[in-house]
């Protein structure tokens, strides 16, 4: 949940990266560019889809982890709750990975500060917009930052269809009413939504410099610093309430930890475009998690809405499975 982009790089074939060597490089053997290992065979269809797996699960996580912060914003506020699931988000990240720090240059560590800017910032503003507007439509607008980095970044004319099927999604799921929305509410929303961009450009750079999740747990680190002292400010001793912390610490590990890490995967393996036109499932999983667990009754216009958004997630999909196809 980072403007325009201006590069957005090449995909490496699908890889498993060892514990301790780093993601191999897009122009290396087997990659766009690079020639291909003999006798390798290509992957089959089901390792193609494994990235998207990866996307869907990782969608799904982060709306029961917003149910939860929900639940947390009247505790801790909209910044509390960012600061908490930062924090404990790295803490967790941090043990788990104990990433080296050592053997990186400038430009690994320029990578991680951008990318934990990137994430800070995405999470400031998106709470910021669901304190003043409804959840739903914070959701559709802040998706159109990656649909707009699909449109952007794409090297395919097919994907320009793609992103403007999300995008028609995205808006009847709106409902037609931005109109009567608080204004700072939609452009915190809507800033939010370029901060999602650039962390999808990051996460994949990072991605590719920092073996395993190291660069993630680096990032998350500095995205926490970023965002305590605004925590602090707002929320102030709450932050050290026990079911403050326990509710902190489920929103970090629903709508941080499992999330990014499986995005940071995926990214490692998807392109750019294809990744940002599925990041447009997100409104349609937060509008069937509301029907299944809120009951929430979903109109026509909804169903609609959702039908197109997956519609397109399907085809770009689809696209860069016969893309891989004809490497």
């Not at 494994?50 to 947390?72: I, T």
């Not at 503003?125 to 649909?147: C, K, M, N, S």
């Not at 747990?217 to 995205?223: S, T, Y």
């Not at 326990?246 to 929103?251: N, P, Q």
Request: aromatic letters at 6%.
């Amino acid at each position: 949940m980072d403007g325009p982009v201006k590069e957005v790089p090449p995909v490496a074939a699908p890889v498993v990266v060892p514990a301790a060597t780093p993601a191999v490089h897009p122009g290396g053997p087997g990659g766009p560019g690079g020639p291909e290992a003999p006798g390798r065979a290509r992957p089959a269809a089901g390792t193609r889809l494994g990235p998207v797996a990866l996307v869907v699960a990782g969608g799904l996580s982060v709306q029961f982890g917003s149910a939860v912060a929900v639940l947390l914003m009247p505790r801790a506020g909209a910044l509390g709750v960012v600061t908490l699931r930062l924090v404990l988000a790295a803490a967790v990240l941090l043990i788990v990975c104990r990433p080296r720090v050592r053997g990186y240059g400038r430009a690994d560590w320029g990578t991680v500060l951008a990318f934990g800017t990137a994430m800070a910032a995405m999470n400031i503003l998106f709470y910021q917009a669901a304190d003043r507007i409804p959840l739903g439509a914070a959701v559709t607008l802040e998706v159109l930052g990656p649909l707009i980095l699909s449109v952007v970044a794409s090297r395919r004319l097919v994907n320009l269809l793609w992103a403007g099927l999300a995008l028609g999604g995205v808006v009847l799921l709106g409902g037609g009413g931005f109109d009567r929305l608080d204004p700072l509410g939609a452009a915190f929303a809507l800033a939010a939504g370029a901060m999602w961009a650039a962390y999808i450009v990051f996460s994949a750079r990072t991605g590719r410099r920092f073996p395993q999740a190291d660069g993630l747990a680096l990032a998350m680190a500095f995205g926490a610093v970023l965002s305590l002292p605004l925590g602090i400010a707002e929320a102030g001793d709450t932050l050290l309430v026990p079911s403050t912390i326990g509710l902190g610490l489920a929103v970090a590990l629903m709508s941080s930890v499992l999330p990014y890490t499986l995005e940071l995967l995926a990214l490692r393996r998807l392109p750019a475009p294809t990744f940002a036109v599925l990041m447009s499932l997100e409104p349609a999983i937060a509008a069937v998690a509301g029907f299944l667990v809120l009951g929430q009754f979903l109109s026509g216009t909804d169903a609609l809405a959702i039908a197109l958004v997956i519609g397109a997630s399907m085809g770009a999909v689809r696209t860069r499975s016969r893309s891989a196809d004809g490497a």
